[in-house]
């Protein structure tokens, strides 16, 4: 039987890459995809890559109608994995409405329709941002969430209660948050990757787009935080381990038999700091990085990476692709792009 799979956001970084899993696994992904972040030739590419034909509905998960419509062209539904949401941290605290109401409507919308046309499994893509500043390191899924620093982390907070209230009360829901660590690299192919609109907030695509003459300068956010060598670190995870996450926590799902609602930290349980970054960036590239070290950025979070131990068990699943290698895949598709 198809095991037809709702990919909303499908265009989009991770999402792109989890399609391409997900046809490597045997499901039929049909993407839910507005564009309003995500580009149309990307699902040509996911077509390259996977020699399939990829349904792709555009249109706004928040429209009630319209995800209604999804759904009822698309009978057999197995399973939603949602993406679709704005991420941008220093945006959100100037747009705040936007982001409260397309990353909540979009949640609420989708879990309704699920509900409406029994469709039960559900893979909610999360964020390591809900433990804020972790007390204590390695994060496990039990460590304490903290109140978010930017509106973009208080809708995934937000999200996750709104899913946990609703799991609550419907019976035969199974649901999985994968609270991701930091994503970065591209498809070994440099078919896909990651398509920043505007200068880039993340640390990886501003040091390609820096090593490729499009930003003039990469500043370091800090460094004098209390880390071996001042700078911020974090978990940096490939975005197509990130992807094979997805399609052991689907797996999951369709196996379990009873109503279940899981968390699962999705990092590599190493923490690499900025300038170990930027330093092994050059390694591997052989690209001298034009960087400074400016002043700590509002909002960030001095160390933080997962204890993956609780997904590595859970669900089968060990992320395996190394920071050398994503960074050579990093600046591969920033290459690609010329
Ligand atoms: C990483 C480190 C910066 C840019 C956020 C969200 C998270 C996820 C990933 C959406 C920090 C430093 C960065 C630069 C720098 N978002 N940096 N110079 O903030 O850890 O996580 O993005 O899914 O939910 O919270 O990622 O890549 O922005 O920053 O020095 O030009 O790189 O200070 O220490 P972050 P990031």
Redesign the pocket.
Known sequence: MEKKIIVTGGAGYIGSHTCVELVKSGYTPIIIDNFSNSEKFIVDRVEELTGKKIEVEEGDCGDYEFVKSVFKKHAEVSGVIHFAAF?A?GESSNLPLKYYQNNLLSTIIMLKVMEEEGVSNFVFSS???VYGEPDQLPVTEDSPTKPAESPY?RTKQMCENIVTDFSKVTKGFKGIFLR?F?PIGAHPSSRIGELPIGAP????P?ITQTAAGIREK????GNDYDTPDGT?I?DYIHVVDLAKAHIAALDYLLAEKEDCLEVFNVGTGNGNS?QEVVDTFQEVTGVKLNYEIGPR?AG?VEKVYSDATKVENGLKWKADISLAESLKDSWNWQQSLK
Not at 201 to 204: D, G, K, S
Not at 218 to 221: D, E, K, S, V
Request: with cysteine; glycine share 4%.
């Open positions: 991420k941290v964020s390591c941002t982390g991701y930091n907030n993340n640390l990886v501003y990469l500043t370091i956010f911020c974090r900025v950025r960030d």
